[in-house]
């Protein structure tokens, strides 16, 4: 496995910011790694790249413990931390060249200017970090973590700042480094995980909430519910009461998204009210629910627990 993490703590005084969690990446592998603000996904990647000694717990790259050899480790790994640190006066090849030279690459020429047509740095190439915009800034950032061509890829909100249509650019940079390496990313974009990743890890008050194939996820979160379009303005209390029914969300005008512990008897029901009521029914099937919803839905169930 590329990436293990076992039993991993951070605690801050009687804080602890993250509690016990376990997760492993194998090569090949892009996982989105998603959490509300605060909820341990830096904490997390700090302690992966050797920048943050957990209070207890192991975390491994490549088979090598990182708080017993984080030399080793940040060789084969590249971070781009959510506050992207640049020495912003230094030339864009200046700086890669610098970085180039830490991790003692040869041909570092060579490999500067590969990097900069990678991450579509090469209009900007000859100007100042410093005359960057935020979007470019990102990408000299990207091309840090990369330029060592490391096994195992970090990335902290890797698209901030990032107009649409870079979006799409560093997208397509990460899914093509990822196909051989082991990238972790975290990002509150959640369309950029749909896009990208086909397994989540989902990170809340500093444990694990869910982790599992992105289909898997949909399919286990999806199952109990149902949307219910109507043509016209029906009298919730007509059939909110229904025994069959756990939970109900208006999504707009005349629909409505509804759960239950047995979603055909809940169907059932609706449709022998709406022929009893002469309601003017449009549809009422199985819900494919974005990741956005099952997100908030997630997190907000275990805040409410």
């Given at each position: 496995?590329?990436?293990?993490?076992?039993?991993?703590?951070?605690?801050y005084g009687e804080q602890k910011a993250i509690d016990q969690i376990s997760f492993s990446l194998q090569q090949g592998e892009i996982v989105g790694f998603l959490g509300p603000n605060g909820a341990g996904k830096s904490t997390t990647m700090k302690i992966l790249t050797g920048c943050l000694k957990p209070s207890s717990g192991k975390a491994f790259i490549?088979?090598?413990?990182?708080?017993?050899?984080?030399?080793?480790?940040?060789?084969?790994?590249?971070?781009?931390p959510e506050s992207n640190p640049l020495y912003v006066d230094m030339y864009i090849r200046?700086?890669?060249?610098?970085?180039?030279?830490?991790?003692?690459?040869?041909?570092?020429?060579k490999e500067v200017e590969e990097i900069i047509d990678v991450v579509?740095?090469?209009?900007?190439?000859?100007?100042?970090i410093s005359q960057l915009s935020k979007g470019f800034k990102q990408r000299v950032g990207l091309a840090a973590a990369l330029i060592h061509k490391p096994a195992v890829l970090i990335l902290d909100e890797p698209t901030t700042g990032l107009d649409p249509n870079q979006i799409v650019e560093i997208r397509e940079v990460i899914k093509?480094?990822?196909?051989?390496?082991?990238?972790?990313?975290?990002?509150?974009?959640?369309?950029?995980?749909?896009?990208?990743?086909?397994?989540?890890?989902?990170?809340?008050?500093?444990?694990?909430?869910?982790?599992?194939?992105?289909?898997?996820?949909?399919n286990q979160q999806t199952a109990n519910f149902i949307k219910l379009s109507l043509r016209e303005n029906v009298e919730e209390?007509?059939?909110q009461a229904l025994a069959a029914m756990k939970s109900c969300r208006r999504i707009s005008e005349f629909e409505w998204e509804l759960e239950a512990d047995d979603p055909e008897t809940l169907k059932k029901q609706l449709l022998s009210l709406s022929l009893q009521n002469n309601?003017?029914?449009?549809?009422?099937?199985?819900?494919?629910?974005?990741?956005e919803n099952i997100f908030r839905d997630l997190t907000k169930s275990v805040n409410n627990e």
């Open positions: 496995m590329s990436i293990e993490v076992k039993g991993l703590s951070k605690l490549n088979g090598i413990e990182v708080n017993e050899h984080p030399f080793k480790t940040k060789k084969i790994t590249g971070y781009l200046e700086y890669l060249s610098f970085i180039a030279d830490i991790h003692q690459i040869p041909n570092k020429k579509k740095l090469r209009p900007e190439a000859n100007k100042k093509t480094y990822g196909k051989n390496r082991s990238v972790l990313f975290s990002t509150h974009i959640l369309q950029e995980v749909e896009a990208i990743c086909d397994r989540v890890i989902i990170i809340h008050e500093g444990k694990i909430i869910a982790d599992s194939l992105l289909s898997h996820l949909r209390g007509e059939w309601w003017n029914l449009v549809s009422l099937q199985s819900e494919s629910r974005s990741l």
